[in-house]
């Protein structure tokens, strides 16, 4: 069995606790690459543009 990341030979016993990965690196770049694909950032509210200070404002007044 190879990492997926690295492509280097997986110990694929118990004690390995990052597989299939080989090392908590390997298996952070993993996580990193999901998460970023699917992440959607906090400028997609358009009812915000112009003024996002005001309405962050009102938002907390009322
Ligand atoms: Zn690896």
Redo the contacts with the bound molecule.
Sequence with gaps: MQ?P??K?PVDMSRQNRFRP???ER?QLVDLGTWASGGYEPEGADAEDHEHPDDSKKRRLLH
């Design positions: 990492c990341i690295c280097k990965f080989c090392s390997c």
